[in-house]
Nanobody, 126 residues
Framework: QVQLVESGGGLVQAGDSLRLTCAASGRTFSTYGMGWFRQAPGTEREFVACISYSGSSALYTNSVKDRFTISRDNAKNAVYLQMNSLKPEDTAVYYC???????????????????WGQGTQVTVSS
């Protein structure tokens, strides 16, 4: 089992950058597929990015490609989301998620993930 805690959210202006961190517990972090999702008020939770076990491959939703970068440090049990050129439409609560070992890391649906953090608010003003 793994516990996830996100941090790094805040209020920024359009064009600014933020780096989110997800700290994970557990000794087998490198065997979990990791992803970031976001949810704006009145909307469903939306896939943002996911990363392979080693961190060598990643998938992104189209709206964040070339602006966001997901990475992981298995030695530190952490996954990151570097967000550049932020836009007001990026405003949401951002969640870190983990999928159990033996599942594909290429998971873009929320129901493919087994563990979730509590979320961190990102607000981008225009």
């Amino acid at each position: 089992q793994v516990q996830l805690v996100e941090s790094g959210g805040g209020l920024v202006q359009a064009g600014d950058s933020l780096r989110l961190t997800c700290a994970a517990s557990g000794r087998t972090f490198s065997t979990y597929g990791m992803g970031w999702f976001r949810q704006a008020p009145g909307t469903e939770r939306e896939f943002v990015a996911c990363i392979s076990y080693s961190g060598s491959s990643a998938l992104y939703t189209n709206s964040v490609k070339d602006r966001f970068t997901i990475s992981r440090d298995n030695a530190k049990n952490a996954v990151y989301l570097q967000m550049n050129s932020l836009k007001p439409e990026d405003t949401a609560v951002y969640y870190c998620a983990a999928s159990s070992p033996l599942k594909t890391w290429r998971a873009t649906s929320a129901d493919e993930y087994d563990y979730w953090g509590q979320g961190t608010q990102v607000t981008v003003s225009s």
